[in-house]
């Protein structure tokens, strides 16, 4: 083995339940341990990173690393820490999300490669799809007692009609037998005896471990359980919400540039746990960044690193200095010049949420400082407040101070057709000349 894996989980702070016998198994021998992805969406947020990260370091450490993408249990939906039913997803849209899971995992590990400890996709549907319900009720259901599903978390609280519970289907009561019985198909067919995953999916995955030793009557069946905490902010909100949402692993639905500000925006204590977690700087590394950030907090390098290492993971190297370009051209002394380094997206990126109005070329031409501000655009409410700002040495054009005779031309279009007005410090508008 290259590492100590359940060593290297406990310092970075991503352990959080283990079977007894589980250590010993991975520090004996290479195994192969798996993590299921729920496709509810075609993408997958950044909750999702850690099981990836999990995967990552299992093959760094000489095991092998299996992905499972949930097309069977996708259409049923896993009732933990859900207190109501989820609307079932229809075929189209579950095998479009599939396929949308599985670009995002191979990002992250090489499913093609040819080391024995080489990754592994697969998808539950492959094997659920031909399984009768006569066959596995008698095969399956059979093993598992009803009083042994009750007093699992996920199922208690549901009926307990906590929180505004309205009970489980039995749709939804079938989910963790389904979830078992695809950790005893890899058992048979991967020789995988480990199953990891969130702290909230303990109840899941020790069901599939009971279920691999009572599938195999009169034979020695071992099989092992992990998970890693739920991540948590220090000030108690949401990880990985903002305002706009969640924070996502494609592009398309989080920008790159989104993406690096929120890890550049952690706290001093989210950051401090957070590079443990999500980037694969060592341990002395990472201790002397901590160091070295608590002498001068007010530098945020400890915030800079983290954004660097996650975004260049996530996206690419290229990506982040893109990112971080943008973040630093925000506060450039030569900001007119800079500005118009950055190509349309990301410039879109960076101001998104920023009032806008799309005036015309012809327009444009004749466009004045007043009308840039109330007459054309209603930015400020009326000509008499612009002049005031104007007088007040208040307004500027792409972070330039300017007075009221100021003239807009060609050579203020950024990328060709933004402008960007300033009044004071905290209100800022853009100009869209089509």
């Known amino acids: 083995m290259n590492t100590n894996f359940v060593e290297e989980l406990r310092w970075r702070g991503m352990l959080h339940?283990?079977?007894?016998?589980?250590e010993e198994q991975l520090n004996k021998e290479m195994t192969t341990a798996y993590i299921g992805f729920d496709p509810t969406s075609d993408a997958l947020h950044i909750g999702s990173l850690v099981p990836i990260i999990l995967l990552v370091h299992l093959e760094k450490a000489g095991h092998k690393p299996i992905a499972l993408v949930g097309g069977a249990t996708g259409m049923i939906g896993d009732p933990s820490g859900k207190s109501d039913e989820r609307n079932l997803l229809d075929e189209k849209t579950l095998n479009h999300n599939v396929a949308g899971i599985k670009a995002i995992l191979s990002r992250f590990l090489n499913f093609d490669g040819t080391t024995e400890n080489a990754p592994v996709l697969v998808n539950n549907y492959d094997w659920m799809k031909d399984f009768s319900f006569i066959d596995f009720a008698r095969d399956v259901g059979k093993r598992i007692t009803v009083n042994y599903m009750m007093s699992k978390d996920?199922?208690?609280?549901?009926l307990s009609g906590e929180e505004g519970n309205i009970g489980m289907s039995f749709t939804e009561f079938t989910y963790q037998l389904i979830q078992g019985y695809d950790f005893y198909h890899l058992y048979k067919h991967h020789n995988c005896v480990l199953q990891m995953g969130g702290s909230d999916q303990w109840g899941n995955i020790t069901t599939g471990t009971e279920l691999v030793r009572r599938m195999h009557v009169g034979e020695e069946a071992k099989a092992y359980a992990m998970t890693c905490p739920l991540i948590t902010k220090a000030d108690g909100s949401k990880f990985g919400k903002t305002e706009g949402g969640n924070i996502w692993l494609t592009a398309d639905k989080t920008s790159v540039y989104k993406f690096y500000q929120f890890w550049l925006n952690a706290s001093d204590a989210d950051a401090e746990k957070y590079i443990k977690i999500f980037t694969f700087l060592d341990r002395d590394s990472i201790e002397s960044f901590i160091a070295t950030h608590n002498e001068n907090p007010h530098l945020r390098l400890l915030q800079k690193r983290l954004a660097q290492e996650v975004t260049t993971f996530v996206h690419s190297q290229e990506e982040f200095e893109n990112a971080e370009k943008a973040s630093q051209i925000l506060f450039s002394k030569s900001f007119k010049a800079d500005i118009k380094t950055l190509d349309e997206?990301?410039?879109?990126?960076?101001?998104?949420?920023?009032?806008?109005?799309?005036?015309?070329r012809e327009t444009f031409s004749s466009l004045d400082m007043i009308g840039a501000l109330a007459a054309e655009t209603n930015f400020?409410?009326?000509?008499?407040?612009?002049?005031?700002?104007?007088?007040?040495?208040?307004v500027s054009v792409n972070k330039e101070k300017v007075t009221e005779d100021y003239q807009l031309s060609e050579d203020d279009l950024i990328n060709n057709k933004y402008i960007i007005l300033n009044k004071g410090k905290k209100h800022t508008y853009i100009i869209k000349v089509s």
């Not at 339940?17 to 589980?22: E, K, S």
């Not at 996920?154 to 549901?158: A, E, L």
């Not at 997206?345 to 015309?360: A, C, H, M, N, Y």
């Not at 400020?380 to 208040?394: F, I, P, Y």
Request: no cysteine; glycine share 8%; net charge neutral.
């Open 17 to 22: 339940d283990i079977m007894p016998g589980t």
């Open 154 to 158: 996920s199922v208690k609280k549901r």
């Open 380 to 394: 400020l409410g009326s000509n008499s407040e612009a002049r005031r700002a104007l007088k007040e040495n208040a």
């Open 345 to 360: 997206q990301t410039f879109l990126d960076v101001f998104e949420g920023v009032p806008l109005v799309e005036i015309s």
